[in-house]
């Protein structure tokens, strides 16, 4: 039988241990759930890419297009000031001017056609992408939500913990409360350790004094020599 100041000591460690646990985790909530916004900004940003594309070509084909219009009615104003002029010369200067503008003309719509073959396939990628966006969010969303529940369990876990912890302290004398809340600060292993068989401290592995042993033996409360963390024996 276990000394009862170490078995309600015990049982405070393994709260603490318990409501360390879900701190530790629950600090690690807001890093998970930036990663998820992060995964969903950067699966809509995909679409938007897509959306730009298809925005650039659209407004490229628009340029192109107006680009024709004003040569077009260069060369028609050319045309019909051909018909006026009585110079052989000039009429024949006009004349070359307006081939050239077709010509110009030409090359630019073949360019128009070429583009305009690409549109459905740019269209295509942005309902891919849309879709690809869609799937991702909702197992995303779906994260983020289990995320919001997990979180609200830990609070109320913790908030159990907190009331179990707070009786189990009450039936701890300060002297050993202390003591052992000091080393719990500490953040450096177990407070509350058993002694070894061999008569060494469960925590720092150094012999304890004979007196030290013979004191945990007996059931009083004791510290270890070297780290001065609790110590008990298991087998009294
Ligand atoms: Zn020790």
Known sequence: MRAL?????????NLDKQ???????????????????????AAEAKVAAAEKVV????????????EIHALEDKRNRIRQQSALVKKNSEYQTMLAESAMLDQEIGKLESHVLAEMEKTPTLEAAVQEAKKVCAG?????????MEFGEAEKSFRQDLEKLRSERLAAAE????KI????????????????VPIQEDGVCGNCSLKLTPQTLSSARAGRFVLCDNCS???????L
């Open 229 to 235: 963390h609790l110590v008990y024996d298991e087998d």
């Open 136 to 144: 991702e969010i909702r197992a995303l969303k779906q994260e983020y």
């Open 177 to 192: 409360l202390e003591p052992y809340e000091e080393l719990l600060k500490g953040n450096d292993g177990d407070p509350l």
């Open 55 to 66: 925005a650039a070509h659209l407004a490229m084909i628009r340029r192109t297009e107006s």
């Open 19 to 41: 409501m360390q646990n879900i701190r530790t985790r629950l600090s690690l909530m807001p890093a998970e759930r930036n990663r998820i916004i992060a995964s969903k900004n």
């Open 5 to 13: 100041w170490a078995t309600a000591l015990l049982k405070l460690q």
């Open 171 to 174: 039936m701890l004398e300060s």
